[in-house]
């Protein structure tokens, strides 16, 4: 999953670069071909303007224009004269720096010049060739550049033509003949490359009507004849995957056209797709490497947290390790120890509880007096009152007798509140046997509310409670009185005396003994009934002690409203 996540961005991230790649290497070649092409234009313009500059010496010559001044006085007998000299003034002119040039022509009015002569000719001979009828009468007196095959079709010419003019002062304007140069159209423009680019390139030289003056291969030119390469942009990249760039000649009033292959641009990017290839390479390995320890490492911890787990279920709830860090695992693992703790203190309050229970109740039956042969003794006493008129004694049995019945049925720990109150009712009367009649109980419970489940003997040690310490001392009647309430679904049963009641700070302590749990010597029969009520319906039950010095207590006992 970790590996999908990594190398998915990886993969598209590289595909996105590859093709910005591709992109700029496409621009940084534009620029090399562009670059190529204007440095071929400007050292074409270059000897252009070595040409023209030519043709000037030439036209301005003074023995050349002598002799066309004068071209009129010479005849035929002379032309043999006139071409020699104008054999030896081109040599002394033109030297030797310019192996292109294939022939200079210079085109007399004099229609007594030769139609065939090395360097002089008549006028009518350039006006019987196809491109001088075409001209335009506007350019007659600038340059012309044309193109013409040698006889034989063996080489490509192209002719530079410019007007003679006449320099003498008085006419200046006058055409004296046509100048024409005649270079090879292979040397004068293939020497004009920069031999710095691959020679799989093609380009061809054409004019504004689209001719083509020069194409270094046939096919090229053919494809600029068809249309199928057009040039209207300065770069154009064809579907053929070639790329067309042209530029424009001033100088010949055309432009050139270079058509450069499409393996540069395939060369650069299939090595930056190669290293491209690599680099996602060595991250896949370096991820599955990473992803192998990081799994190795994360199984690693989470053997040890099942382990533990393992532990845990078997029962052994000890906390002997911890896995460190700070990622989701140790996360997990520190919750699971929380949880293990309070699993195992849950487990120990459980069980403290259990067993306070079970010695509450131990406790409430040792309170008991409830064997058999005591119930039965009881029986005889009150018959043998009875028969001697004791009146007092069989009350006494009878009472004693009714409380060890109803404390000898221990099959049920809920009773109604109606036989608690008659519990509470018979151990008053023994008491007051005991205490000559010093105690009045009180009991105001209606009768809906007697039908009430609660615990057995739960009544009782609290009356006991009044009688041994709130009236100790007291000669006076002691009054207690027993009332019952439905709050909220629990039911509130209220003793109240008249007795001696207690300080506020021992209220505040007595009430802090039966939240503890801890055990006094002092009112071990309410702390044995705050104990059964927490340990049968929760921590939320129990007793509440009010009282004040000389005015009584109030215990109330709060328990679940059961019908």
């Given amino acids: 999953m970790v590996f999908t996540m990594v190398m998915i961005p990886v993969f598209l991230m590289s595909w996105l670069f590859v093709k910005e790649m591709q992109q700029s290497i496409r621009q940084e070649v534009s620029s090399n071909y562009i670059h190529f092409t204007e440095q071929y234009v400007a050292n074409l313009n270059y000897k252009l303007d070595i040409y023209k500059n030519l043709q000037e010496t030439l036209s301005a010559n003074q023995t050349f224009q002598t002799v066309m001044q004068n071209q009129y006085r010479y005849g035929a007998q002379d032309m043999i004269y006139i071409s020699n000299l104008f054999s030896s003034e081109i040599k002394n002119v033109i030297f030797s720096d310019y192996p292109e040039i294939y022939n200079i022509m210079f085109y007399a009015e004099n229609p007594a010049f030769?139609?065939?002569g090395r360097h002089v000719a008549s006028l009518d001979v350039m006006e019987s060739e196809y491109w001088f009828s075409s001209v335009p009468e506007t350019y007659m007196l600038e340059p012309i550049v044309f193109d013409y095959r040698t006889l034989g079709l063996k080489k490509k010419i192209v002719s530079f033509a410019s007007p003679m003019k006449d320099l003498s002062a008085d006419t200046s304007i006058r055409t004296l003949a046509w100048l024409k140069i005649d270079v090879e159209a292979e040397l004068f423009f293939e020497e004009s490359l920069v031999r710095k680019q691959s020679n799989e390139f093609q380009f061809a030289i054409r004019d504004s009507r689209n001719h083509i003056l020069y194409a270094s291969h046939e096919s090229f030119a053919a494809r600029l004849d068809s249309g199928a390469v057009s040039g209207q942009a300065m770069v154009e990249f064809l579907n053929s995957g070639e790329v067309l760039v042209h530029e424009r000649i001033e100088a010949l009033n055309g432009e050139v056209l270079f058509l450069f292959p499409d393996f540069e641009i395939e060369k650069k990017t299939k090595a930056?797709?190669?290293?491209?290839?690599?680099?996602?390479?060595?991250?896949?390995?370096?991820?599955?490497?990473?992803?192998?320890?990081?799994?190795?490492?994360?199984?690693?911890?989470?053997?040890?947290f099942i382990n533990k787990m393992a532990r845990v279920k078997e029962g052994k709830l000890e906390i002997a390790e911890y896995i460190e860090g700070r990622d989701e695992i140790a996360i997990i693992d520190s919750q699971f120890n929380t949880m293990v703790r309070r699993l195992?203190?849950?487990?120990?309050?459980?069980?403290?509880?259990?067993?306070s229970k079970k010695k509450a109740e131990l406790s409430a039956l040792q309170n008991q007096i409830n064997p058999h042969f005591l119930?039965?003794?009881?029986?005889?006493?009150?018959?043998?009152?009875?028969?001697?008129?004791?009146?007092?004694?069989?009350?006494?049995t009878e009472s004693l007798g009714d409380m060890l019945r109803y404390s000898?049925?221990?099959?049920?720990?809920?009773?109604?509140?109606?036989?608690?109150?008659?519990?509470?009712?018979?151990?008053?009367?023994i008491q007051n046997v005991r205490f000559d009649d010093r105690f009045l109980l009180s009991i105001q419970v209606e009768e809906q509310l007697q039908s009430a489940k609660v615990l057995k003997l739960l009544l009782q040690p609290i009356i006991e409670n009044a009688i041994l310490h709130a009236f100790r001392g007291s000669r006076s009647v002691g009054h207690m009185e027993v009332t019952a309430e439905q709050r909220d679904g629990q039911l509130w049963l209220i003793v109240t005396d008249d007795g001696a009641g207690m300080s506020s700070e021992e209220v505040r302590q007595l009430n802090d003994t039966l939240l503890s749990g801890e055990r006094h010597g002092h009112s071990i029969g309410l702390q044995n009934v705050h104990s059964r009520v927490n340990l049968t319906f929760g921590q939320s039950y129990g007793l509440r002690i009010e009282s004040d010095p000389g005015i009584g207590t109030k215990v109330a006992i709060v328990v679940p409203y059961v019908k």
């Fill in 114 to 116: 030769p139609r065939d």
């Fill in 272 to 304: 930056v797709f190669n290293k491209v290839i690599f680099f996602v390479i060595l991250i896949l390995i370096f991820t599955l490497i990473m992803s192998y320890l990081m799994s190795l490492i994360l199984m690693k911890r989470l053997r040890r």
């Fill in 344 to 355: 195992d203190e849950v487990i120990q309050e459980n069980y403290i509880q259990s067993l």
């Fill in 375 to 396: 119930f039965n003794t009881l029986e005889s006493i009150n018959a043998m009152a009875t028969v001697m008129n004791a009146r007092e004694i069989s009350a006494v």
């Fill in 408 to 429: 000898i049925n221990i099959s049920d720990s809920l009773v109604p509140l109606r036989e608690e109150l008659n519990n509470i009712v018979h151990y008053v009367k």
